[in-house]
């Protein structure tokens, strides 16, 4: 069965599976962080999987968009994502939309169809913070995930729970973010370790996957931070900042 080894775990078995089932993640970003991600979604068995990226195939994504091939450059990443997780488990549904979003679309994106949790993979704050503005209006759970060299970061904003991005990146302070990646939301060319990206696409599921079963400690108000070079992580505490445009008026 395919999900038997998950089903075997307390904090899932037959009720949390589905849970899972029933569950709508929409990713924004199908590049280095939005292609992992979205893979461990879909071997979760997670119901409904939103992929939302304007961007194609380039020659210097391979080094960390791994589910894509040299045949494919100049494809659109959106529909190529899409049909790779059809093809991984038909049993869950998909749906690519190769758009960017903007301030006058994304809600429309993010809240239709009731999606439950949304993951950052984008390689830009000026996206960032949009999506952090839409979905702490919704009330929805935001996983904001970024690398950049041989380094990565990732904190899960569950609105009204702790603080949102812009208590962490209160200036949209780029200067102090990891810019780079994501789907091809924003463009750029940013150095980074390939598989760091894999490694915080993969935590960006596993938080996405927890707030969906409502199991363990999610990263409210913690930083991970990841150092691949050194192989080493630091936890930073982030407060929820009074003046913040965004959340300050969501009740605690």
Do not use: W
Request: proline share 6%; hydrophobic share 40%.
């Amino acid at each position: 069965m395919r999900y038997s080894r998950q089903l075997a775990l307390p904090e899932i078995g037959p009720q949390g599976q589905a849970r899972l089932q029933q569950s709508k993640v929409t990713v924004v970003g199908a590049g280095g962080l939005g292609t992992p991600a979205s893979l461990y979604l879909a071997a979760a068995g997670v119901g409904q999987i939103t992929i939302i990226d304007p961007d194609t195939i380039a020659m210097s994504n391979l080094n960390r968009q791994v589910l894509y091939d040299p045949e494919q450059l100049g494809a659109s990443k959106a529909s190529l994502l899409t049909e790779r997780l059809r093809s991984f488990n038909p049993e869950i549904e998909v749906e690519g939309i190769p758009l960017r979003l903007t301030t006058e679309n994304a809600a429309q994106f993010l809240n239709r169809a009731g999606c439950d949790v949304v993951v950052d993979a984008t390689d830009n704050n000026e996206t960032r913070l949009l999506l952090n503005r839409v979905a702490v209006s919704a009330g929805l759970p935001l996983i904001y995930g970024a690398v950049h060299s041989f380094y990565g970061q990732i904190m899960t904003i569950v609105p009204g729970a702790g603080p949102c991005l812009g208590c962490l990146l209160p200036n949209d302070a780029t200067s102090t973010s990891l810019k780079e990646e994501g789907g091809g939301v924003g463009g750029g060319g940013t150095p980074v370790f390939g598989v760091i990206a894999g490694i915080v696409g993969c935590l960006e599921a596993a938080e996405a996957l927890k707030i969906l079963l409502g199991a363990g400690t999610s990263l409210v108000g913690r930083l991970l931070v990841i150092n691949a070079l050194d192989m080493h992580c630091d936890e930073i505490a982030v407060k929820r900042d009074p003046a913040c445009p965004v959340c300050s008026c969501e009740k605690s």
